[in-house]
């Protein structure tokens, strides 16, 4: 069954402490992974995006790694704002079909002052 | 801003009845996707559209529709409206061309949040 867990549920970090999302999935054929941002009551928006072929995408404070073999990523925030303070939601793509998508349920990540 | 518009933005209304929910694409982005996010959960998939015709199917209700016109703008038809509808309603859209969604990014626009009372 095609299905993408992400881990902790919730997170509460201090300002300025870097801190890591962490995202399984057991679809396949995998075709890509998406991190999206998504802040309270707004639409999503994409972090990175990445083939089975890349290891790691960089986008400012937010680095994405992807290990294939072991079906596995995070998402590592370093440095962290306040206005990190969002839900951070993996997403999966199979290589075929048209409803292709598969949505972790996120990660809520709270940062304090 | 991620150039996909979404109206109205706050809906409130009762059960039983019926909703219309709009959204227009980036501009020349011909694939639109809906999806809805009940409170603290994640989003879930409704149904796709490609150049005005529909391309998949995800967990929509029979008493839900959507259309996508020949100006590529959408539209989710919301009927016989249950408390438990209440949610954000999400339209997405991106330029996959082959409207397999396989490596095109979307972009998803602000939602609207329905309130069913």
């Known amino acids: 069954k095609n299905q993408v867990e992400q881990s902790p549920q919730s997170l509460i970090i201090l300002e300025g402490k870097n801190c890591t999302l962490q995202?399984?999935?057991?679809?396949?054929?995998?075709?890509?992974l998406r991190w999206y941002k998504q802040d309270t009551g707004r639409g999503p928006v994409s972090l990175t995006i990445?083939?089975?072929?890349?290891n790691t995408k960089s986008n400012g404070r937010y680095t994405a790694t992807l290990d294939a073999d072991t079906k596995q990523s995070s998402l590592h925030i370093t440095a962290s704002q306040l206005s990190d303070s969002a839900s951070y939601i993996c997403?999966?793509?199979?290589?075929?079909?048209?409803?292709?998508?598969?949505f972790g349920t996120g990660t809520r990540l709270t940062v304090i002052p | 801003d991620s150039g996909v518009t979404q109206t109205p933005k706050h809906l409130i209304t009762a059960t039983g009845q019926r909703v219309t929910l709009r959204c227009s694409p980036r501009s020349g982005d011909l694939s639109v996707y809906w999806y809805q996010q009940s409170l603290d959960q994640g989003l879930q998939f409704l149904i796709q559209y490609y150049n005005g015709e529909e391309r998949a199917k995800g967990n929509i209700l029979e008493r839900f529709s959507a259309q996508q016109f020949p100006d590529l703008h959408s539209e989710l038809n919301l009927s016989s409206l249950e408390l438990g509808d209440s949610a954000l309603y999400f339209c997405?859209?991106?330029?996959?061309?082959?409207?397999?969604?396989?490596?095109?990014?979307?972009?998803f626009g602000p939602g609207t949040r329905l309130t069913v009372l």
């Open positions: 995202c399984n999935y057991t679809v396949s054929p995998f075709s890509n």
């Open positions: 997403v999966v793509s199979l290589q075929t079909g048209a409803n292709n998508l598969f």
């Open positions: 990445m083939t089975f072929s890349e």
């Open positions: 997405a859209s991106s330029a996959d061309r082959s409207g397999r969604g396989l490596y095109n990014e979307q972009f």
